[in-house]
């Protein structure tokens, strides 16, 4: 079993900042990818951000150049800072690692328990 513990998340007016944390741990053998997804009040769950095991990140449209995704290795963590928020990203966060677990290399997909991202205008 792999757990994913997020923190961060809060109350910020328009135009501040915010950093999420997200830690996985348990019998990780390897994390492919390592992925934000958000969810507004009635509507769907979103991809926000991605960044893969050699780095390379991607962004949705909305939050390209406010956003940054980044990983710690040594700690299979992956961070999330949130700038120049607005009003329109006040959803719950949640990660999601994929990866695959010892002893025989068995993949997994998990999800953190999401946090809750409040921008007041």
């Known amino acids: 079993q792999v757990q994913l513990v997020e923190s961060g998340g809060g109350l910020v007016q328009a135009g501040g900042s915010l950093r999420l944390s997200c830690a996985a741990s348990?019998?990780?053998?390897?994390?492919?990818?390592m992925n934000w997804y958000r969810q507004a009040p009635g509507k769907q769950r979103v991809l926000v951000a991605v960044?893969?095991?050699?780095?390379?990140?991607n962004y949705a449209d909305s939050v390209k150049g406010r956003f940054t995704i980044s990983r710690d290795n040594a700690k299979n963590t992956v961070y999330l800072q949130m700038d120049s928020l607005g009003p329109e990203d006040t959803a719950v966060y949640y990660c999601?690692?994929?990866?695959?677990?010892?002893?025989?290399?068995?993949?997994?997909?998990?999800w953190g328990q999401g946090t809750q991202v409040t921008v007041s205008s």
């Open positions: 960044i893969l095991g050699g780095g390379a990140t």
């Open positions: 348990g019998s990780i053998l390897g994390i492919s990818a």
């Open positions: 999601n690692v994929r990866g695959a677990m010892y002893p025989l290399g068995t993949s997994f997909n998990s």
